[in-house]
């Protein structure tokens, strides 16, 4: 069960958001290699929590080791990770008044220079795939309010009930990529998991 809550954009946002309320996935924990190793351990596998650490451990390392090759490694049913770059506007492969050419390398650009490194930065993408792609998750998903949010919706219609607004469903919940609000934020239709289309 995901729960969310309601955060409202300051009133004196300029934007179209001003004022709105936009829900967001209220995380419970945030699970590391090793605890992801004793949850699976306790699925009555035949491995030891200690050995599954140790694939989990080395499996990551492969994975980035692979992604620094310049590899797509896609993880069925869960995400297709690789490799991205945030590069620089260069206007031409060589600059004769400077005498610099378009280098495969991560720098910034200074000002006036029309040609040098051609990357920002790099960063890792990951992207969802099967069972984890967008219209899967709205299948699955099941949504509810945390216990403050249905408190608050209960005091907004003026009665103690705290179950309305609440949807245990999978089938009809909505999606979509959202805008960027102030605060870094994504409203709309959910949060942005990453920054291609789902495979």
């Known amino acids: 069960m995901i729960e969310l809550y309601l955060s409202k954009v ?4 300029e934007t179209e958001q001003a004022g709105k309320l936009y829900a967001r996935v209220s995380y419970k924990e945030t699970m590391s290699v090793q605890d992801m190793a004793h949850h699976m351990a306790e699925h009555n596998t035949m491995f030891s929590e200690g050995s599954i650490t140790g694939i989990l451990i080395d499996f990551v390392k492969c994975v980035r080791e692979q992604v620094l090759m310049g590899n797509t490694v896609k993880i069925d049913n869960l995400a297709i990770f690789k490799a991205t770059v945030e590069a620089n506007a260069l206007e031409t492969l060589y600059d004769a008044q400077s005498d610099k050419v378009a280098q495969a390398s991560i720098g910034v650009l200074a000002e006036g220079q029309k040609t040098g490194p051609a990357v ?10 099967g069972d984890f792609t967008r219209d899967e998750l709205k299948k699955d998903a099941k949504l509810s309010w945390t216990d403050k ?4 919706i209960a005091a907004a219609k003026g009665t103690t009930d705290s179950t ?3 949807n245990s469903g ?3 919940q909505s999606g979509g ?5 102030p605060g870094g934020n994504n409203s709309g ?4 998991s ?5 495979h």
Do not use: H, P, W, Y
């Open 10 to 13: 300051t009133e004196n946002s």
């Open 149 to 152: 949010t249905k408190a608050e």
């Open 189 to 192: 239709g959910g949060d942005n």
């Open 170 to 172: 999978g089938n009809n």
């Open 194 to 198: 990453g920054d291609g289309d789902d």
């Open 177 to 181: 990529s959202g805008t960027l609000t």
């Open 164 to 166: 309305d607004g609440t």
């Open 120 to 129: 920002k930065t790099i960063k890792l993408l990951a992207q969802s795939t």
